[in-house]
């Protein structure tokens, strides 16, 4: 039985579609982040879609030192707040550290663990502890069944308000592969699965000092993963991917965003 989590005045893991989109990173124009939000809330509330606005202070894990890696925290989360106010938009946002937990609760709504810190268990209990929504990133080198240890850290410190985000699994060198499998292995946990269908097509570390993309794959393994019955979909989206400073390749551009959420919904209510 997969548990439905409450968030406001929805419920993640019911019976309707949640995406979880907006740009990759916080950018020096702020115009970027506002046009987003608007143009994905209109979609969204369009197509009765439940959405929860995306968007990164800090890229920790960027390939090279030299990578832009955003505006940081203080300024991050006043932008964050800013667009939660003026759309009325919960805030997903991921955490570095154990110490972000709690300042950055003070706006997100769901705190994002990523892929690469899934197993740290010092983040986790640190993020459980804000009372927040903790949605956990299975890392790119777990079997789907193995993301229960990650969750049983946020329950064990006193919050089971837990979704799971699949973004792929490492094949072989530079590539990742997506198994569709592991969204009902991980459902079968209890658990709802939100399906990053962005960062399942990037080619980590492919331009030897950035990581590289297949933007064209994200509409195939957006609609698959619905197919398999995800709850929810992650898109990194932005204005100008093609000029973005992170992520890039594997974002999709917004003016593409009606089309492929259009198709997603429906896909979501057959499956449903």
């Not at 879609?49 to 960027?62: E, H, Q, T």
């Not at 991050?76 to 009325?88: H, M, N, R, V």
């Not at 093609?242 to 057959?270: H, Q, R, S, T």
């Amino acid at each position: 039985m997969i548990k439905e989590v409450k968030l406001n005045n929805f419920l993640i893991g019911g019976n309707k579609l949640l995406v979880m989109a907006g740009p990759c990173v916080i950018e020096e124009d702020e115009s970027i982040l506002f046009k987003t939000a608007e143009k994905l809330k209109e979609i969204t509330q369009e197509l009765d879609i439940l959405y929860v606005f995306k968007a990164s202070y800090d890229k920790a894990n960027r390939t090279s030192i030299d990578s832009y890696r955003g505006v940081g925290i203080k300024k991050g989360l006043e932008l964050l707040a800013k667009i939660k106010k003026e759309f009325d938009l919960p805030i997903v946002t991921d955490i570095h550290t154990p110490e972000e937990a709690a300042i950055a609760a003070e706006v997100a709504d769901i705190l994002q663990i990523p892929a690469f810190l899934s197993r740290q268990t010092d983040i986790l209990v640190a993020a459980a502890k804000t009372g927040k929504i903790i949605n956990i990133k299975k890392g790119q080198f777990l079997a789907p069944n193995q993301i229960k240890n990650s969750a049983n850290k946020v329950i064990a410190s006193g919050n089971d308000r837990i979704i799971i985000t699949e973004r792929g699994t490492t094949f072989g060198y530079g590539n990742l592969v997506s198994d569709m499998r592991s969204i009902p292995i991980i459902q079968g946990l209890g658990y709802p699965v939100i399906f990053d269908a962005t960062h399942s097509v990037q080619l980590p570390g492919g331009a030897g000092d950035s990581t590289t993309g297949e933007r064209q794959f994200v509409s195939t393994l957006a609609k698959s993963a619905v197919a398999a019955g995800c709850k929810g979909l992650f898109f990194e989206i932005h204005p100008d991917p093609d000029n973005a400073p992170c992520d890039g390749p594997n974002m999709i551009a917004l003016k593409d965003a009606y089309e492929l959420l259009k198709v997603c919904n429906e896909i979501f209510k057959i499956v449903n």
